[in-house]
């Protein structure tokens, strides 16, 4: 027979794992029914949850303190006091919701709002704190410390609830960006102070401004440069992992724990701040840098695990109140009432009285009176301000008396804001009319929807023929969508005429606006499909998905006169290119400049590309949105776009043809393995052939992607040999003459708009073109100069300042001989000195032609 099994004990004991296990199951279970019935209440889940969280420890407490009901202790126990301290709160469940809501928070639309969101995160934080603790040390009696304690922990906000409410109820987007924006900083503000704050506390010193107001501003500083720095260390180990899924979504679950505990615990900096700014870093590196179909996965896979952290923080916390909410009276009663009404005016001052003027000075985009009033009640407080609070509990070096005084009240005004502003939100929207769309976006709603369900019945139309339905049946359900579009349409028209009646030509540049926007958002998807493809590096994809972003922003702010500076902004040289050409131009190195050269022709490549479907895009599918008038604006806006980007493309493929072709040939080579790929697929899929079999052939795929993944390298072709021999003066020189020419001379690369010779300038140089081509600015009209021609020379020749600027017209190869050489040169050869001459006779006799005998050409 088999061994009896040990028998367990009969009370279950915190240490046991399996009661820890069964209470985290139990909980689980919990939140899973909380869902459907937070919807079917319409109450935002956290509240809900923070009801049952309550309810299960006030039951608990009942349990285990009643003398007759003893059946239920043992379960009863882990939920009366569960082993939850503020550690579990802050190290555990914290950094996964601030970097989840970092990583996939859209950073250009935060800027925007900068301004006030840092207001309501830090200095909000500050005004809070400081009228809180001042007004409940004014009612109480209590030492200011311990009020300012007190008001530290609550002054930080949770937008979990709120933004759950503004997403049912389809508040505006910049509602829910200025509350989530607020909330990422806010926490690192409340925590920072309340550490200050302990500390005092416990030393019994008197409050240092100064060194507070330091700790506070490295602790903020320290944070922000470690994260940023976290952040792209993980992203440049990306590559590393050639597209493994499980190992890039480890990276991301290892990388806000690493940066919270070294910066809390090792540096003593603000690890809240950096696990936000370590999400900000990856979610706009890293989207270049993993696939799209990864990055899909790595949403989902932290909005899972932002849900199970809230939710988890909310009722965990929930459970503690009943503990925490011993012995309440009407002191705290009205202490908390205290508290209550100066976080509110705390809230009012800054929007209503430092916002206004900063946004009078143009820093910060007006927040409207509505979008104040819902901020203001909003401010609902959750399981920071509850860790917090326990923390300073758990606290050997704090007088009781301060314990209780924190506990009671930080607890009470949790349940407030969650039960009472948590609830009455939603009317608060919905009275300031928050939750309806205005006119131009129910008429743009309508146009939308018009158009999805033009092609949602055409789709259904040709599934009825597919699937050989019957006439009747197809005719009745394409019918319904008939009446639909035609509805849809009528209320499109109905706004539109509203609008056109109201202010016709803000209407034309709102419609334009939203065409451009969609221009730009649907440009943005089509880069992330050649990223998806493989069609183009990823330093190219990073400044596509830029430039995509930059237009959006542009059009969505100022419409066709945005969009067309912003396009001007995304063709200039970058920071980088220019910093490499200075490198070559200054010290002689080539290879920063090659890269960036290559870059910039693939970039163009693909842009061309990218303009080309957009053509397609607003001929297939703009045609149903916007009047032909307004499509016509459209494409020649795209058009001059594709025009300026073949000029730019068609100057570096006449510099460089045969590097031109090898980067088209990799695009095909790429764009065949691509769909290689996808012909094994479809055949695995059908069971034409086997896994084994598969599995082989998507090997040596790979092998032959990885091959072709490898931009080729560009050769700037800079030997002062191979220049000398283009330029025609220099061909008949003796192969001594040649050499030593080539050791005088110095290769370098002009870019287009480049100023090469300065009007004023006393003359050191000479330029010999040995491809390309230069204009010299004269009075009336530019005079071209190009292969084997010459400039420079005649300050050099008359010893007078250069009187012409020359810019380069295109990327251009070019030969400089610094004065000296020059001159020794045309000493030792003869003929080239003759040459030169007659040069310079012409230049002269042109320009005593031009406008009189002093005037000089360089």
Known sequence: MPPDRPRRRPTLYLTDVATIVLAVASLLLVVSVVQPLAGRFALPTSVLLALVGTTIGAAASFVLNSPTITAFDAVARPFAAPPVTAAVFLDCFLPILLFQAAVTMDIRRLLEDAVPILLLAVLAVLVTTGLIGWSVSMVSGEALIPALLLGSIVATTDPAAVVAIFRDLGAPARLTRLVEGESLLNDAAAISIFTILVSLLKSGGAVAVGPAIGHFVLSFGGGILLGVAAGRLATSLLPLFHGDRAAEMTLTLALPYLVFIVGEDELHISGVVGVVAAGVTFGSTGLSRISPFNWAFLNELWEQLAFWAGSF?????????????????????????????????????????????????????????????????????????????????????????????????????????????????????????????????????????????????????????????????????????????????????????????????????????????????????????????????????????????????????????????????????????????????????????????????????????????LVRFISQKLTRFADERLLQIVRDIVDNRHDRAQRMLGALQAQYPEYSVALERRILDQAALRQEQQAYRGLYEEGLIGQELYEDLSRRLRKRQAAVEVRPHLDLSLKPGELMRRIDMFRDLAPEQAERLGKLARPLIAVPGEKLVRKGDRGDSVYFISSGAVEVILPGSPVTLGRGDIFGEMALLTGEPRRADVVAATYSQLLVLHASDFRRFLGANPDIRAAVQRILDSRLTADAQRSGPVLRVS
């Open 313 to 613: 923080i909310f009722i965990l916390a929930a459970i503690l109140v009943p503990t925490l909410l011993v012995d309440v009276g009407v002191r705290d009663l009205l202490l908390m009432v205290t508290a209550l009404a100066a976080a509110m005016v705390a809230r009012m001052v800054v929007l209503w009285g430092v916002l206004p003027p900063l946004t009078w000075l143009k820093w910060s985009a007006p927040v409207s009176t509505p979008y104040k009033l819902v901020i203001t009640w909003g401010g609902l407080r959750g399981a920071v301000t509850v860790a917090l609070a326990l923390a300073v509990t758990e606290d050997p070096g704090l007088p009781e008396t301060v314990k209780r005084f924190v506990a009671v009240l930080a607890t009470g005004f949790v349940l407030f804001t969650l039960l009472v502003n948590g609830t009455t939100l939603r009317a608060v929207i919905r009275v300031l009319k928050l939750d309806q769309l205005s006119p131009r976006d129910e008429a743009l709603r309508d146009s939308i929807v018009a158009l999805s369900l033009v092609d949602l019945r055409d789709s259904l139309a040709a599934t009825a023929v597919d699937y050989r339905m019957s006439e009747p049946a197809a005719a009745e359900t394409l019918a319904r969508y008939t009446r639909r579009i035609e509805a849809a349409t009528r209320r499109r028209d109905d706004h539109a005429a509203t609008l056109d009646a109201e202010r016709p030509e803000m209407l034309e540049r709102d419609r334009l606006a939203v065409a451009l926007v969609a221009l730009a958002s649907h440009e943005r998807r089509l880069v992330l499909d050649h990223h998806a493809q493989g069609t183009a590096s990823r330093r190219v994809i990073e400044r596509l998905l830029h430039g995509a972003d930059v237009m959006a922003d542009a059009a969505r702010t100022d419409g066709r006169s945005g969009y067309v500076k912003a396009v001007k902004k995304i063709a200039r040289y970058t920071i980088g290119f220019r910093f490499a050409h200075f490198l070559h131009r200054r010290l002689g190195i080539e290879t920063p400049l090659a890269r960036r050269l290559a870059e910039r022709l693939e970039q163009l490549l693909v842009t061309r590309m990218l303009l080309d479907e």
